[in-house]
């Protein structure tokens, strides 16, 4: 079963750890992370951009999936389909899919507009049950032809949509969609320090966790994020496995090129990235 996201997030927001995000792409991506999950009893979000969304066929195929794969793998932990960095048409579509959170990102938008369509689509959640996030600030980089510089959140901007009545907020503090460069400054905590004072108990968000150093992410954690996402680092992970996989030839021995066999590294691949990402968030333990 398919949960909210907000009680989770609140419990690790008093707990002083974060829940993973981790992007799923295809059946691997999503199989993968949910018995790494279920084996560290920790609570998952399972996030969907709007990109991987139409790269399945529909959110309808997403939701139906997972809810699927939930039951038949015999899932306890509390599990969140979300929609990550979502249009106002895309939320709108994944609540009609049954998804059971959202997040709207208007941070491209004026300010008096994003408060405007937040507003509606906060409404629109939590009538059908589901958790919602909102953004404030730019997250650098390109999210399904989204791009931002990095620009961060205005804190007086975070409590005007956090007063709305989100269930977590994503503020720009520094961090970047895909690889960082070399020549990144790393997150600016005084900024991240000044939404947490503006938004009180509301459960921060840090997207862009690939690549974040341990130590920033549990400074981060103290500072009131509880929602860490993590896509480009599941993926470097399962095309290293796969490519080696393929270089040493095992794809020409036996059937080694059955799809399941060919994929299976990446898989396991991507386990070892979710495993290691959520004893450094905390959650392990915590469903």
């Known amino acids: 079963m398919l949960v909210a996201a907000k009680e989770m997030l609140d419990k690790a927001k008093a707990g002083h750890y974060a829940v993973g995000h981790f992007n799923i792409n295809n059946l691997e991506w999503t199989k993968s992370i949910l018995a790494v999950a279920q084996e560290l009893n920790s609570p998952v979000i399972l996030g969907v951009s709007e990109g991987a969304g139409k790269y399945m066929t529909g ?10 794969m939930v039951e038949e793998m015999g899932i306890t932990v509390p599990v969140a389909l979300h929609l990550d960095h979502g249009s106002y048409e895309g939320c709108k579509k994944c609540i009609e899919a049954g998804f059971s959170s959202i997040m709207f990102d ?13 507003k509606e689509l906060v409404a629109l959640a939590h009538e059908h049950g589901m958790s919602i996030e909102a953004e404030v600030g730019s997250i650098g980089g390109e999210e399904d032809g989204v791009i931002g510089e990095g620009e961060c959140a205005d804190p007086n901007e975070c409590k005007k949509i956090a007063d709305l009545g989100v269930d977590f907020l994503a503020a720009g503090i520094g ?12 997150l600016n905590f005084d900024v991240l320090a000044k939404v947490q004072e503006k938004t009180g108990t ?17 400074k981060a954690i103290t ?3 509880s929602k860490i996402n993590v896509n480009t680092e599941c993926q470097l992970a399962f095309a290293d496995a796969t490519r080696k996989y393929i270089e040493a030839g095992k794809d020409l021995e036996g059937k080694g090129f059955d799809p399941r066999k060919l994929l299976a590294p990446g898989a396991e691949a991507i386990k070892n990235t979710v495993r290691e990402k959520i004893e450094l968030f905390g959650s392990a333990n915590k469903a």
Do not use: C, F, Q, R
């Open 59 to 68: 959110y309808k195929t997403v939701a139906a999936m997972v809810k699927a």
């Open 106 to 118: 208007g941070s491209h938008l004026p300010i008096e507009e994003n408060i405007e369509k937040t």
């Open 175 to 186: 961090n970047i969609h895909g690889k960082y460069p070399a020549n990144w400054k790393g």
């Open 202 to 218: 509301l459960p921060l968000v840090l997207h862009g966790g690939t690549g974040i150093p341990a130590d920033m992410i549990k």
């Open 223 to 225: 500072l009131g994020v």
